[in-house]
């Protein structure tokens, strides 16, 4: 059974904080995506990585970064959360045939 | 960016109706999905459309790919409450590495 696990489904940090999201995923996938997820906007896609130690900024990459260091595991950070990074982010990953495979989401809340 | 629109965003029916989603974008996809997303979990794909003019179908699900692959239906028959959920259309990117364009999403309640 294939799956991609986020560290945390829910997390409450405050403002200026350093925040660490995980991603893992079993598939032995090249292709691994985070979206954050916002009412009436759908998925937006933050940053991409289609191999170990490379990254390409999505369409909504500032205040985030991204780590790639082995294949199964990609990491999103917010250098100094804000509250307007509030949000549902998703991680996913793909192989070949453009299917994505989500994580079951972690809900962040910046205070 | 290539973007796509759904809707209607919201859709409130009863058991045993039947009811139609759509998603429309100005611009050509080679490629077009759609997932649905239960509350507390990610988007699981549902189907992938390529050829213009396409149908599939997965049981009371059809699919539809537009002739000039600008635009998706989703049609749902005789509806259940296990069909209630966020649908997700998504296109797959011309700028490669298998990116996807979301729409918004249409939520789906279907009730007994």
């Known amino acids: 059974d294939v799956k991609v696990t986020q560290s945390s489904r829910y997390l409450v940090k405050r403002t200026g904080e350093k925040v660490f999201l995980e991603c893992v995923q079993d598939?032995?996938?090249?292709?691994m995506f985070w979206y954050r997820q916002d009412p009436g906007l759908g998925l937006r896609l933050i940053y991409f990585s289609y191999d170990v130690k490379m990254k390409e900024k999505g369409d909504i990459p500032e205040g985030y970064s991204v780590s790639r260091e082995k294949k199964e595991r990609f990491s999103l950070i917010l250098e100094s959360a804000s509250t307007n990074q509030t949000s549902m982010y998703l991680c996913?990953?793909?192989?070949?045939?453009?299917?994505?495979?989500f994580g079951p989401g972690t809900r962040l809340t910046v205070l | 960016t290539q973007l796509l629109e759904q809707s209607p965003q919201f859709l409130s029916i009863q058991e045993g109706e039947n009811l139609t989603v759509y998603c429309n974008s100005s611009s050509v996809f080679s490629s077009l999905q759609w997932y649905r997303q239960e509350p507390g979990e990610g988007p699981v794909l549902l189907v992938t459309?390529?050829?213009?003019?396409e149908v599939k179908k997965l049981k009371r699900l059809t699919f539809q790919f537009g002739d000039a692959r600008k635009d998706s239906s989703l049609h749902i028959t005789a509806a259940q409450p296990g069909d209630t959920g966020l649908y997700l259309c998504a296109g797959v990117r011309t700028d490669s590495w298998g990116k996807l364009q979301f729409g918004a999403g249409t939520q789906v309640v279907v009730t007994p």
């Open positions: 598939m032995d996938h090249e292709n």
């Open positions: 459309v390529v050829t213009g003019g």
């Open positions: 996913a990953s793909s192989g070949g045939n453009n299917e994505q495979f």
